[in-house]
């Protein structure tokens, strides 16, 4: 059998009408009944009834037994088929993601049952999403089939985060983690507006011209603005200028050469 969240066990027995009133020991096995733990001795238990709310939170290949000696000295026992215990939630955690294409993005997740009863095959895992910081709605289930594992999503540009929820065969639920996994995903291209130099506009060597721009983007790197110069039409490019400025305006020192493409 398989015991789970807060489960408890209630043995009762009887006793032939010439047994008189015994003192009962109850014990626990952890090894299919090869060594034995007292849980309670020399109990008078008219009722013939015992109650145990286990304290341990996994337990594999448990038996209870009760047990007397009668007026000769012999033991007299009776013992519970083998069970296992599984209060223990199982350890589900969002490790990390890859980029995949057209929006498509692979979190990466660990599922680990810590108990002794194994992930239930046959509940599928949850995964909830606030985005926002937004209210937390389930986004998807899905069958785990193997640890780590992959869950395709695919996101539009924005802040997210995300938690595991499922449970195991005993029917422990996961713990919500107190800090849920946290992605950006910016999916989308700079908006630039840019003022070069227009086609046919000639330029002075030894002087400067400024060049203003203006970029929408929400996660720009810190020097994520390159200002660069070419003097043969595009073919070869110099850096001039780096930033992390959104919106500004730099004075180009015009360079002292006579190029009629640049």
Not at 182 to 202: I, K, Q, Y
Request: aromatic share 10%; glycine share 10%; proline share 9%.
């Amino acid at each position: 059998g398989l015991l789970g969240p807060g489960a408890t066990v209630t043995l009762e027995w009887q006793l032939s009408a010439d047994a008189g009133q015994p003192r009962y020991t109850i014990s626990l096995s952890q090894d299919a009944g090869r060594t034995w733990t007292p849980l309670a001795e020399e109990q008078l238990l008219p009722d013939r009834k015992w109650t145990w709310r286990p304290k341990e939170t996994s337990l594999e290949r448990c038996q209870l037994m009760v047990s007397y000696q009668d007026e000769f000295g012999a033991t007299i026992f009776a013992e519970t088929p083998a069970f296992t215990l599984d209060q223990a939630p199982p350890r589900l955690a969002i490790t990390g993601f890859e980029r995949g294409t057209e929006g498509t993005v692979f979190l990466l997740y660990a599922a680990e049952d810590v108990g002794q009863s194994g992930l239930d095959t046959e509940s599928p895992l949850e995964l909830w999403c606030a985005q926002e910081n937004g209210p937390w709605e389930k986004r998807s289930t899905f069958v785990h089939t193997s640890s780590p594992g992959r869950i395709t999503l695919k996101l539009g540009d924005g802040e997210y985060q995300f938690r595991l929820n499922g449970k195991d065969r005993a029917g422990n639920l996961a713990s919500p983690s107190s800090t849920p996994f946290r992605l950006a995903w910016d999916n989308s291209p700079p908006a630039v507006t840019f003022n070069p130099p227009r086609g046919g506009e000639a330029c002075f060597g030894g002087t400067t011209r400024p060049l203003a721009w203006t970029v929408k983007e929400k996660y720009l790197a810190p020097r994520g603005i390159r200002l660069e110069f070419s003097p043969d039409d595009g073919v070869t490019w110099e850096l001039l200028q780096e930033t992390g400025t959104l919106s500004g305006s730099w004075p180009w020192p015009i360079p002292l050469l006579a190029v009629q493409a640049a």
